[in-house]
């Protein structure tokens, strides 16, 4: 059901199961104790950076296939996407498997658009049970995005460090577990920024934008959620959020809470202005996020996840950075009695 | 509803309007009858080939809108992507409107996942119009997939061209027009080519796979269709699908068609095994086969866009190329009375 641009589901949908896997770095911040698994090696066995994205990707669904005791066929669809070129990150792993795909660039918002269009699909009696998954890995963004590595060169105080992790969700009609009950889809906002290492500025914006649409839609406030989680601003585009919210009337600062700032210990592990990539999200929103709701220490929490839309050329041909943020209300099984 | 692993709509849905617009070459060739517009100017008067995607697709999306005597705001949700890397094309065309956007990949098969998801967005309540667009350009494809056009590299018999082409619809809850009645999202299939100058062979058995499923799943015949349309599978790919349905006891001869067969005369235009791009597939069903079901020339048409899901560097780096092809059910208003 439509509520003015925002979207209420019939009923709340569970998020049945749900996995995240992490690399080395991430596996050392303050949030190392909440990912189901931390790989050292961030190789993953293979012999290409974008091979070894695929591979923790796949990983991170098995993953998610397993601890909610799923077998491959139980999932009607898999939508998933990544920041690689052509998104071969998440099309290289969904060839191991036999499930219909929908292949969706939403840049580090992949996790809330691919959980977003699964509920969709699940709600609206397309699908029994839909996974969603993304994922990043610091190298091959890296090689693609910025530097190579070797050059050594120096990192602006305002840029982010894009994670290896993965998140993978499944999506099903019934269950026990915390439930997404609708959301937003973002619209495309630019206000100009074209300094590709300040990507934080660039979406915070976005962020502004579908966060206010949501509350002014659903007529609630930041204090009716435990949590609005956002990822992946970092530290410069949550004050940014905070102030263009204040504009507008919101005061969002008792319930921020962003996935790149509380991905890494910016100071003792040198991330500058904080975490970010698909996979920072999907990981905190699979290792942190619905843990606590699933336990019940979250009742209902938003979850906005920014894209910055940009290529690597983009910047170099003058071009500003288009920014996306999509979001999704995520409650707690008792509270939405899914 | 489910049907096996294809979809049925709760009812018909309207594709109320549809434009398409193409290029020079495009609209030198045998179908240069049927679209919308033809543009000479390649650059659609920008300074990048870049930003003359987008603008060709900005055009094509106003167009439809145009046609449909709609105005943006009466667009719930746009769903676009195309071949850039990162999408580029799509996102710097969505950020002139004001539109909730979902970017999609699904290389050249998204003029079928954009619209397949319109649908199931309209279908299912979640918004009263829904907007798929997709676009290629010759220029930024050639520049990005294979060589800079200077060097003048001789391209292989079964090479396919990139057109400059771009189609959008507008998908609605009611209204008189041919209609969307369901599909089949695809599956990755990757029989191992890899030969990124003959993705038509990558494409096939993924375009076999995905309407075997649907004929066995709607327990319908090929004779059942006006048309089976694949995009863009040309000469090659085509005998190839021939040959695997063949083997599964399925003749589709007769009702075959290949978009990227119907764009060019490969004889006078030298094209080779066909024409290619999301575009190609997309403004031949804008241009070509909805006007035909518009004007009840055809009763019901299966549309299924076939993609490779490879990058600039999968192929370098010894990666076979995965493929999907997604397909959509369209009737004539009058066969369906949607």
């Given at each position: 059901m439509k509520i003015g641009s925002s979207i209420r589901f019939n009923k709340p949908r569970p998020i049945s199961s749900f996995a995240s896997v992490v690399g080395k770095k991430e596996g050392e911040?303050?949030?190392?104790?909440?990912?189901?698994?931390?790989?050292p090696d961030p190789t993953f066995g293979e012999s290409t950076w974008e091979r070894a994205e695929s591979q923790l990707q796949a990983k991170t669904f098995q993953l998610a296939l397993q601890k909610g005791h799923f077998q491959e066929f139980d999932i009607d669809c898999l939508i998933a996407g990544d920041l690689i070129n052509q998104c071969t990150g998440s099309s290289f792993a969904a060839k191991k498997t036999k499930i219909p795909f929908l292949g969706v660039y939403g840049a580090c918002s992949t996790m809330a658009e691919s959980l977003f269009l699964a509920g969709i699909l699940v709600d609206g009696g397309y699908s029994n049970r839909t996974a969603a998954v993304t994922s990043s890995h610091f190298s091959t963004a890296?090689?693609?995005?910025?530097?190579?590595l070797s050059y050594g060169g120096q990192r602006t105080p305002t840029a982010q460090w894009t994670c290896t992790a993965s998140g993978a969700v499944v999506v099903s009609a019934e269950g026990n577990a915390p439930c997404i009950t609708g959301g937003c889809i973002g619209k495309v906002v630019d206000l100009g920024v074209t300094d590709a290492s300040n990507m934080g500025a660039a979406m915070a914006p976005a962020a502004a934008d579908t966060i206010l649409r949501y509350l002014q839609d659903t007529k609630t406030k930041p204090e009716d959620y435990d949590a609005v989680v956002t990822g992946d601003l970092g530290n410069v585009g949550s004050?940014?959020?905070?102030?263009?919210?204040?504009?507008?009337?919101?005061?969002?600062?008792?319930q921020h809470q962003d996935c790149g700032?509380?991905?890494?210990?910016?100071?003792?592990?040198?991330?500058?202005?904080?975490?970010?990539?698909?996979?920072?999200?999907?990981?905190?929103?699979?290792?942190?996020f619905l843990p606590k709701l699933e336990h019940h220490e979250f009742r209902k929490i938003?979850?906005?996840?920014?894209?910055?839309?940009?290529?690597?050329?983009?910047?170099?041909?003058?071009?500003?950075?288009?920014?996306?943020?999509?979001?999704?209300?995520?409650?707690?099984?008792?509270?939405?009695?899914?």
């Open positions: 911040g303050p949030m190392k104790g909440y990912f189901d698994e931390i790989v890296e090689r693609q995005f910025r530097f190579p004050l940014l959020l905070m102030d263009l919210l204040l504009k507008q009337g919101v005061n969002l600062k008792e700032m509380l991905m890494f210990d910016e100071q003792k592990q040198d991330t500058h202005a904080g975490g970010s990539g698909c996979g920072c999200s999907a990981s905190l929103l699979c290792g942190y938003l979850f906005a996840a920014t894209g910055a839309l940009l290529s690597a050329m983009s910047p170099a041909q003058g071009e500003s950075i288009p920014s996306i943020c999509h979001l999704v209300e995520i409650t707690s099984q008792e509270e939405s009695s899914c």
